[in-house]
């Protein structure tokens, strides 16, 4: 009986692989290929850039301060790997009207032809706790964060439809899988963008368009190093839980993953569990991926729970140390 069982599973999972080329996309072809890269000018953006650069591509930098996308340009173009490759700068804010995104991109795709790979990369945090922080930062981190990456991918989805080919990386964060202390004005947009991801990956896919979802760990980039000079002691803590990425790792994995087509794209063990964890209803590219999901869905939950359990525990602490040292101020 419990062969005939194995058997069945042995056989169904063989018949899975033999349908698997159903699902799995061609990879994409980088040498020749036109890369946007929004927020390109620093960070995980640059490291993208160069990463595709080296492998050949054609590359478009979008983001606000010219001076630093001429700067990165010339660090980029160190790379080359031929005589025709060329970097061209945009400078405009992704986040504030969709005409003038549109504009660019269509003068981009002019000099440097059709869009292959859109990363949508450009962003930025504030922390604190949710009363603390203000109310326009709510507002201005969901259009940069969010708004700003719908509306370059709003300006390119039409001709990758047309071309019948296309690549639309969306990078999100840990931070956007789970909810955590110090987040309350970051976590939502980027929990935002794994809608988006997910329903516009369901419309794209019969035109052979594929979307990436990148949920990075904390990673060493100007931006975080701006965002921890006001980061709350909870949150400090909290996130040392997984260790700080460098940007460059990070970056190769996201290239590799929007290559390759795959939906989902994490970095390090804790990114590892996480994707897994919190797969719920998002496409899979792999047979393999789908089967991880199911056989490890359960035991990771209870691998979350202890961690839930240390990080209620930092909060806890913190609290009461603050309330220490309060009464402590009143009493002298
Ligand atoms: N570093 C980290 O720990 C993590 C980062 N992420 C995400 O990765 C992405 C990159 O982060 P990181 O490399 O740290 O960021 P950086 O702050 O180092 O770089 C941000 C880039 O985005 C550009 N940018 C910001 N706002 C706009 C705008 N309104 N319009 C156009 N361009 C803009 C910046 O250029 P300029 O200011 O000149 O416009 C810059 O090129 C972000 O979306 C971030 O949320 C996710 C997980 C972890
Ligand atoms: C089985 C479950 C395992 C759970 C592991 C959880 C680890 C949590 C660490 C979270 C770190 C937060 C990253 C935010 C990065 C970010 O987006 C900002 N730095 C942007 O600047």
């Known amino acids: ?18 349908v698997s080329p159903l699902i799995s996309p ?7 290929a036109h890369v946007v890269v929004t927020g390109g ?3 995980i953006g640059k490291c993208i850039a160069i990463e595709c650069y080296k492998q050949g591509a054609f590359i478009t930098l979008i983001a606000r301060d010219e001076n630093k996308l001429l700067q990165t340009k010339k660090e980029i173009e160190k790379y080359s ?18 005409e003038q995104v549109e504009n660019v991109l269509k003068q981009a795709q002019e000099k440097l032809g059709p869009v292959d790979l859109l ?29 700003g990456s719908v509306y370059p991918s709003r300006a390119v989805i039409s001709t990758m439809k047309e071309r019948r080919m296309g690549r639309i990386v969306f990078v999100s964060s840990q931070a956007g899988q789970l909810g955590l202390f110090g987040y309350t004005a970051y976590s939502p947009t980027k929990f935002a963008l794994r809608g988006l991801a997910e329903a ?8 052979n368009i594929y979307v990436t979802v990148a949920y990075p760990p904390d990673t060493d980039t100007p931006g975080f190093a701006e965002e921890s000079k006001t980061k709350p002691l909870e949150t400090k803590l909290i996130s040392e839980t997984s260790s700080v990425c460098q940007a460059e790792q990070v970056a190769r994995v996201i290239v590799k993953d929007a290559i390759q087509g795959n939906f989902n794209s994490s970095v390090g063990s804790d990114g590892y569990m996480l994707s897994i964890l919190t797969s719920g209803m998002s496409p899979v590219t792999s047979i393999t991926e789908g089967l991880q999901q199911v056989v490890c869905m359960g035991i990771f ?20 140390q603050r309330e220490k040292s309060e009464s402590a101020d009143k009493t002298e």
């Open 1 to 18: 009986m419990l062969l005939l069982a194995a058997a069945f599973v042995v056989a169904f999972v063989l018949l899975l692989y033999m």
């Open 26 to 32: 061609k990879p994409l072809k980088l040498p020749g």
């Open 41 to 43: 000018s620093s960070g």
């Open 81 to 98: 790997v031929n005589d025709k490759q060329v970097v061209l700068c945009i400078s405009v804010d992704v986040s504030k009207d969709y």
């Open 119 to 147: 990363v949508n990369c450009a962003g930025t945090s504030v922390t604190g706790k949710f009363e603390a922080i203000e109310v326009n930062s709510f507002e201005r981190l969901m259009a940069v964060n969010y708004l």
């Open 200 to 207: 516009l990956q369901m419309e794209v896919k019969p035109y």
């Open 301 to 320: 939950r209870i691998i979350g729970l202890f961690y839930l359990g240390s990080f209620d525990s930092i909060v806890r602490r913190c609290m009461m």
